[in-house]
């Protein structure tokens, strides 16, 4: 049987190339890079725009820190996914841990559209605690299958419990 670019033949077995899966890999781990650059275009006017007139508290950092942090964790959360589907646990664990993770990043994009586009703030801090508990399920679940992949949500987990203060933070003042 003749080899092809994509697999090669060992013995009865075809398997793929190394570097198929390695592109594979980044594929998953650009996922959540490519979801928050999609929520960073939809956005970026209303921060320059809308964000910078209302009232935000005095322990809001500065806009310059939310791009590298939320770079770093979108990377985190896509080596975190590698891991989940390239574990050798049960499929019907990973399937659920994955839908959970599609889910929270769902939650998250849908928290940007509606606290920049939408400017509902109220709403914005309801969304944001399901992203929160959504979060959390994830990376239980994610720790069930592989304990690292479980860790490496955990900054995320975080820095959406400072983002939920603080949206509710300006939605207080801007009530």
């Given at each position: 049987?003749?080899?092809?670019?994509?697999?090669?033949?060992?013995?009865?077995?075809?398997?793929?190339?190394?570097?198929?899966?390695?592109?594979?890999?980044?594929?998953?781990?650009?996922?959540?890079?490519?979801?928050?650059?999609?929520?960073?275009?939809?956005?970026?006017?209303?921060?320059?725009?809308?964000?910078?007139?209302?009232?935000?508290?005095d322990w809001n950092p500065p806009d310059w820190v939310f791009g590298p942090v939320w770079t770093t964790?979108?990377?985190?959360?896509?080596?975190?996914?590698?891991?989940?589907?390239?574990?050798?646990?049960?499929?019907?664990?990973?399937?659920?841990?994955?839908?959970?993770?599609?889910?929270?990043?769902?939650?998250?994009?849908?928290?940007?559209?509606?606290?920049?586009?939408?400017?509902?703030?109220?709403?914005?801090?309801?969304?944001?605690?399901?992203?929160?508990?959504?979060?959390?399920?994830?990376?239980?679940?994610?720790?069930?299958?592989?304990?690292?992949?479980?860790?490496?949500?955990?900054?995320?987990?975080?820095?959406?419990?400072f983002a939920s203060l603080l949206t509710a933070s300006i939605w207080q003042l801007n009530r």
């Amino acid at each position: 049987m003749a080899d092809d670019l994509f697999t090669r033949t060992v013995g009865a077995a075809r398997i793929p190339h190394p570097w198929r899966r390695r592109l594979s890999d980044a594929a998953i781990v650009a996922t959540p890079l490519v979801v928050g650059g999609i929520g960073g275009l939809l956005t970026s006017d209303a921060i320059r725009g809308w964000y910078r007139t209302i009232e935000r508290p005095d322990w809001n950092p500065p806009d310059w820190v939310f791009g590298p942090v939320w770079t770093t964790l979108y990377a985190m959360m896509g080596i975190a996914l590698v891991k989940v589907v390239r574990s050798e646990g049960r499929a019907d664990e990973r399937a659920l841990a994955v839908a959970l993770f599609a889910i929270q990043l769902a939650l998250n994009l849908g928290w940007s559209w509606i606290f920049f586009v939408q400017h509902d703030l109220g709403l914005a801090l309801a969304e944001i605690i399901g992203l929160w508990l959504a979060i959390a399920a994830t990376a239980g679940a994610f720790g069930r299958i592989q304990p690292a992949a479980g860790a490496l949500l955990l900054p995320y987990l975080g820095w959406v419990t400072f983002a939920s203060l603080l949206t509710a933070s300006i939605w207080q003042l801007n009530r």
